[in-house]
């Protein structure tokens, strides 16, 4: 059966949830932009995933100060300023009646075009700005047997193409690697950078533990990710010896441990790369340890 980081328990809940669009509210399947938005036509958006733990959302300074970079790099006008953003994600969680394993989709995008074009003269009023949030457990199972992955062919483009610094709408290559990936019997795909040293996955950041460090890639051809950075700095908190470097599959299949980090499923141990065993074939003891100590920095964080 194939598993993914986004797997989630099942809630009955999430029929009857509303979704925030421009300020309003919407029933789940009522919920609607214009086939001339702007995100749908070209892809021209960004967003961010964001956890409400006990009443608060985890890192959420962090968060918008990758919204707003990525708003300023592509220019996109958001409408609101900081304390607006918050304040709109406050509103979609406390109408919904939500406290606890939450998970909030924040999309903006350019906004509705009076006519198909990627020209930004044709967009006509201001941005659209969706929020989902969704009663999502992580599901134990994924979390402790982990993933398999596999090496797609789809590179990671260089800055200078699509910046992956920027979490923008346009996925494709990501999903276009993920289909590889499915499609040769793994659970989501591994991808390397131009150079041909790895990159990072399809929708999460990546780690391997050799010889007792840490290691992820030097982060010029992903995404900033936000867990993925303190994972490091916890490591570095507690003597763990990290690294950020370019380091290719030969690396990888040698490796002792694996796993991958993201907002939603936090740290999921990899069992499998291209049909190889990495280690001992299941979670090991620093991804479990890196584990523990990234759930007290989220009980810290949210504690008051």
């Known amino acids: 059966m194939t598993r993914s980081t986004h797997q989630a328990i099942a809630d009955e809940r999430n029929e009857s949830i509303e979704i925030y669009i421009n300020g309003e509210f919407f029933p789940r399947h009522e919920a609607k932009v214009s086939v001339f938005d702007s995100g749908f036509l070209v892809g021209d958006g960004i967003w961010e995933g964001i956890r409400l733990h006990h009443g608060h959302f985890a890192f959420l300074d962090r968060h918008l100060d990758r919204l707003f970079a990525g708003a300023a790099a592509t220019g996109i006008d958001i409408g609101l300023d900081r304390a607006g953003v918050e304040a709109a994600l406050r509103a979609t969680v406390d109408h919904n009646a939500m406290d606890d ?8 995008t350019r906004g509705d075009k009076k ?20 009663h999502k457990a992580a599901d134990p199972e994924v979390r402790d047997r982990g ?27 990501e999903v276009i690697a993920l289909i590889q990936a499915t499609n040769a019997g793994a659970d989501e795909a591994l991808m390397l950078d131009p150079t041909g040293a790895v990159a990072t996955c399809n929708a999460t950041n990546f780690f391997v533990v050799r010889k007792g460090e840490v290691w992820t890639s030097t982060g010029q051809y992903n995404l900033n990710g936000i867990t993925s950075a303190l994972i490091v700095e916890v490591a570095q908190d507690s003597g763990i010896p990290t690294r950020e470097c370019a380091f ?26 291209d049909g190889r065993a990495i280690g001992a074939g299941g979670q090991g003891e620093m991804t479990t340890r890196l584990r523990d100590l990234y759930d007290a920095r989220i009980a810290a964080e949210c504690s008051g």
């Open 101 to 108: 394993n939450v998970h909030i989709r924040l999309m903006v």
């Open 115 to 134: 006519t198909p074009s990627q020209h930004p003269s044709n967009n006509i009023g201001g941005p659209n700005i969706v929020i989902i949030a969704e």
């Open 147 to 173: 993933i398999s992955l596999f090496t797609a062919t789809v590179r990671r483009p260089p800055p200078d193409s699509l910046d992956q610094k920027l979490n923008c709408h346009s996925k494709l290559h």
């Open 248 to 273: 290719s599959l030969t690396d990888v299949y040698s490796a002792d441990e694996a796993f991958v980090t993201g907002t939603f499923g936090g740290l999921t141990p990899v069992h499998t790369i």
